[in-house]
């Protein structure tokens, strides 16, 4: 069965600009979550979708925003990029909401100039 | 988010045993013990989980002290592979999320 799928793995662009990373989950897995990875502050969680909604959201500013389609694929947004964002976006998808066992994507590394 | 303590690095020589300790003594009764792993340039691997039994699998084994208080990953014969972070995190049995600390580096000898 093939993993989770992050798509660009990288990608470059400049204060002001905005971005949209994409994540298939595992087959079958309905649950998507978003983790921000940074050196300075390690893994923090983003928001999380299921059946199409946002169901939890870390502390995060309104620029960053995502979303979910029917078939589970996932997608987050980030407006009006500031240098602070660069970063390794992570998703990770689980059969549903909750504890179950997530399992994570290789990643996007987004280099803000 | 109940927190852990895990001590920041940690070397061993390729083919022999790893025990990555982890301290959580404020883990209350619905926490449940994961183990994540994160290779250079990868995403973060699950290992292993547990709540109060020990646990096996074919990646390691979960040691799980008696009061709960701490924990200890054990790989059996490590590799230069198994060169990662490993992170020990305290989840809720009704938590959405998981919190990683800073976690351990393990850096295997050839």
């Known amino acids: 069965k093939a993993g989770v799928t992050q798509t660009p793995r990288y990608l470059i662009k400049t204060r002001g600009q905005q971005v949209t990373l994409s994540c298939s989950p595992i087959s079958g897995h309905r649950s998507v979550s978003w983790y921000q990875q940074t050196p300075g502050q390690g893994l923090q969680f983003l928001f999380e979708?299921?059946?199409?909604?946002?169901?939890n959201k870390g502390n995060f500013p309104g620029r960053f925003s995502g979303r979910q389609f029917s078939n589970s694929r996932s997608e987050m947004n980030v407006s009006t990029l500031e240098l602070g964002d660069s970063a390794l976006y992570l998703c990770?998808?689980?059969?549903?909401?909750?504890?179950?066992?997530?399992?994570f994507g290789p990643g996007t590394r987004l280099t803000v100039l | 988010d109940a927190k852990t303590t895990q001590p920041n690095s940690m070397e061993s020589n390729e083919e022999e045993p790893v025990h990555l300790p982890c301290n959580h003594s404020t883990i209350s009764g619905t926490d449940y013990i994961h183990w994540y792993r994160q290779l250079p340039s990868q995403g973060p691997e699950y290992v292993i989980h547990g709540l109060t039994s020990n646990v096996n699998n074919r990646m390691a084994s979960l040691a799980i002290a008696e009061d709960r208080k701490s924990s200890t990953l054990i790989l059996h014969r490590a590799t230069l592979r198994d060169a990662a972070v490993y992170y020990c995190?305290?989840?809720?049995?009704?938590?959405?999320?998981?919190?990683f600390g800073a976690g351990t580096t393990v850096t295997v000898r050839a």
């Open positions: 979708y299921f059946s199409e909604t946002q169901r």
């Open positions: 995190i305290l989840r809720p049995s009704n938590d959405y999320k998981l919190s």
């Open positions: 990770a998808s689980s059969l549903v909401p909750g504890p179950d066992t997530q399992y």
